[in-house]
């Protein structure tokens, strides 16, 4: 079983900058794909960045040129480095990783989300 733990939600004011952490754990996986998805209050669940081993980082065009994904494949992490951040950035963050185990197969992971509140 793999498991994604999320870290680094909070209350930030617009304007400013937050960072968020997911890491994966379990026995016998490899990823080949980690991201962040966001819910906001009444939408649907939509893409903020997300990262492949073969291909370059996909942004939302929402969070393009404030928002940076970085992976450390080593420690199967991925953070997601908010700056210049809104008040329409409020939602709940997920981190998804795309995982491939030898008993299941290929099947996505959803963390349990993260809270980013930002103030005007």
């Known amino acids: 079983q793999v498991q994604l733990v999320e870290s680094g939600g909070g209350s930030v004011q617009a304007g400013g900058s937050l960072r968020l952490s997911c890491a994966a754990s379990g026995s016998a996986f490899s990823i080949n794909a980690m991201g962040w998805y966001r819910q906001a209050p009444g939408k649907q669940r939509e893409l903020v960045a997300r990262?492949?081993?073969?291909?370059?980082?996909n942004y939302a065009d929402s969070v393009k040129g404030r928002f940076t994904l970085s992976r450390d494949s080593a420690k199967n992490t991925v953070y997601l480095q908010m700056n210049s951040v809104k008040p329409e950035d409020t939602a709940v963050y997920y981190c998804?990783?795309?995982?491939?185990?030898?008993?299941?197969?290929?099947?996505?992971?959803w963390g349990q989300g993260t809270l980013v509140t930002v103030s005007s």
């Open positions: 990262s492949t081993n073969s291909g370059p980082t």
């Open positions: 998804n990783a795309g995982v491939l185990t030898t008993s299941t197969g290929y099947f996505q992971v």
